[in-house]
């Protein structure tokens, strides 16, 4: 579903895509996140740390992002929460996504344009269960919107997983 942005929500979008490039600059994996609260403002940013030496598996940017916002308000603070990311969470960052609270996903890149991007490499074995799958079977509500940018967020995959 390709739903219409806002000008505020491309700017916060485009935010989880510098956040990417910096991983990337950072000898990461590209993919970045951004949690607004229901006020507009970032409460949490981050792009992906799960390479060695200090990084795990389960540090995506997204669970390292929806982890430091409820840190950072509480279960509270969550209501109304936007995640902005670089790319569809997968399954284990849609379970932190659910349990942190977040009320509404926005993404760039779909889980099928990311894995025509990565192909098989070893690092990112994509999933094919949408976002959208996940949350369906929740006991409460998380508004989706995506893919949207994915040309501008393939920019930081470019030459990467080859």
């Known amino acids: 579903m390709n739903d219409a942005l ?8 485009r935010a989880s895509l510098r956040a990417a490039e910096a991983s990337r600059a950072e000898g ?3 993919f970045g996140a951004v949690v607004v609260d229901a006020g507009g403002r970032v409460i949490a940013s981050f792009g992906n740390n799960s390479l060695p030496p200090e990084g795990d598996p389960t540090q995506h940017a997204e669970m390292r ?9 509480g279960a509270d603070g969550m209501t109304g929460s936007t995640l902005f990311t670089s790319a569809e969470p ?8 659910y349990w942190t609270g977040v009320d509404r996903v926005v993404y760039a890149l ?16 994509t999933f094919s269960l949408p976002c959208r799958e996940v949350f369906a079977r929740g006991q409460r509500r998380i508004t989706v919107s995506g893919p949207h940018l ?3 967020a393939a920019l930081a995959h470019e030459g990467f997983w080859s």
């Not at 992002?65 to 308000?73: G, L, S, W």
């Not at 997968?90 to 996504?97: E, F, P």
């Not at 779909?110 to 074995?125: A, C, K, M, Q, V």
């Open 90 to 97: 997968c399954a284990m960052c849609s379970g932190a996504v």
């Open 65 to 73: 992002a929806v982890a430091a916002a409820f840190r950072a308000v």
């Open 110 to 125: 779909s889980e099928h344009r990311l894995l025509g991007l990565t192909g098989d490499h070893p690092e990112n074995p």
């Open 150 to 152: 994915e040309d501008e």
């Open 28 to 30: 990461r994996h590209p």
């Open 6 to 13: 806002s000008p505020t929500d491309t700017d916060f979008l």
